[in-house]
């Protein structure tokens, strides 16, 4: 079983269509995460929600908006959608929100969004 | 700021020959640190971390890194490397709890290795 899993793998798209991402852990864990990768393979965080509630959120355009519906999912939804929104969006979980030792990020396998 | 550099964007080895791949970090204090690897159309997989203690690190898949704290630097380094070693490896920099209770981690460029037969 995968531990973390995404869907779609792959979404081509025109622009100013609305999408949804979703991911979801087997894990067990109180913690997860969206980034971006761009281009250039730079990886940012979006987002994080730990037991459904919103820890981090970073300069992202309120066209994004994370959705928990319960602590093993959380979908990205992304409105309006523009050409530079193209990338790979990882969705990742941890046991939970704090920077201790055994506290370890698990990703999942990506999802490739292609804007035209 | 906290950052993350990978001054290599592309390496190229020979297989069995060995690998050194570079990453610098700025932080205020000893942050947690992380090697990952990204197969072509996988997810991340963590390699190896250093949150304390032993300053050389020992992971999977036969990886080592080195925490050097007068250079600022956490090397990954594979004494001989295989063909399914041909991957993205990022460096990573996480805050310790002293500055930060949220796992934030944030990522170097990469780097790519491709190996030559």
């Given amino acids: 079983d995968t531990a973390v899993s995404q869907t779609p793998k792959y979404l081509v798209t025109q622009m100013g269509n ?3 991402i979703k ?3 087997n894990l067990g864990h109180d913690t997860m995460y969206w980034y971006k990768q761009d281009s250039k393979k730079f990886l940012k965080i979006m987002f994080s929600y730990n037991n459904k509630e919103l820890i981090i959120n970073e300069t992202v355009p309120n066209r994004f908006s994370p959705k928990s519906p319960d602590k093993a999912h959380l979908n990205l939804h992304i409105n309006s959608l523009e050409l530079g929104d193209s990338a790979v969006y990882f969705c990742a979980s941890s046991q939970d929100n704090l920077a201790t030792a055994k506290n370890i990020q698990y990703f999942g396998a990506g999802t490739r969004l292609s804007v035209l | 700021a906290q950052s993350v550099t990978q001054p290599d964007i592309h390496i190229t080895v020979s297989e069995g020959a060995s690998l050194e791949l570079r990453c610098n970090y700025s932080y205020g204090a000893t942050p947690y640190l992380f090697w990952y690897v990204q197969s072509p159309g996988q ?4 390699l190896l971390k250093y ?6 690190v020992q992971g999977i898949k036969g990886f080592e890194a080195e925490f050097k704290r007068s250079q600022s630097s956490f090397n990954l380094r594979k004494p001989s490397v295989h063909w399914s070693d041909a991957a993205e490896y990022f460096c990573a920099v996480g805050p310790s709890p002293r500055y930060s209770s949220a796992s934030k981690i944030i990522f170097g460029s990469g780097t790519r290795l491709s190996i030559r037969p």
């Fill in chain 1, 18 to 20: 609305d999408k949804s």
């Fill in chain 1, 23 to 25: 991911c979801e852990q």
């Fill in chain 2, 43 to 46: 997810g991340l997989q963590l």
């Fill in chain 2, 51 to 56: 949150f304390s203690g032993d300053t050389l």
